[in-house]
């Protein structure tokens, strides 16, 4: 599903394969992409070699460099900055924010397997 609105709002959620994976590497200026992996996947990320697990997740910015090594199965959620900040209407909003300005490495969620063992 792809959303471009008139303010230039911008919004892609996609199941990836390794029939479309070019998508990650699609570029969108102040965009900022989640990946939920749902099969063991490797990825390089800024010239490092990622192995990631079922059911983590990635935040990833127009800045990272991303290399699919191999990849079955994920969902990618990709928005930029029209579609998830109050532009410039307020000093004290801050729109990226800890999950997408981490300066070494980028924050990785796998809580969804802890949720499914309780």
């Known amino acids: 599903m792809l959303y471009q609105g008139p303010s230039k709002e911008y919004l892609r959620i996609e199941c990836i394969t390794s029939n479309n994976c070019d998508l990650v590497k699609e570029q969108i200026p102040s965009a900022q992409t989640l990946i939920w992996i749902l099969e063991e996947s490797e990825l390089r990320i800024d010239g490092k070699k990622y192995s990631f697990q079922k059911d983590e997740i990635i935040c990833l910015t127009e800045f990272h460099?991303?290399?699919?090594?191999?990849?079955?199965?994920a969902r990618l959620i990709r928005f930029n900055r029209p579609?998830?900040?109050?532009?410039?209407?307020?000093?004290?909003?801050?729109?990226?924010g800890i999950l997408f300005l981490v300066l070494h490495n980028s924050p990785?969620?796998?809580?969804?397997?802890?949720?499914?063992r309780s």
Do not use: A, P, T
């Open 83 to 96: 579609f998830f900040c109050i532009l410039d209407h307020d000093s004290e909003v801050g729109c990226k």
């Open 108 to 116: 990785l969620f796998n809580w969804l397997n802890r949720i499914k």
């Open 65 to 73: 460099q991303v290399e699919i090594l191999s990849i079955s199965k």
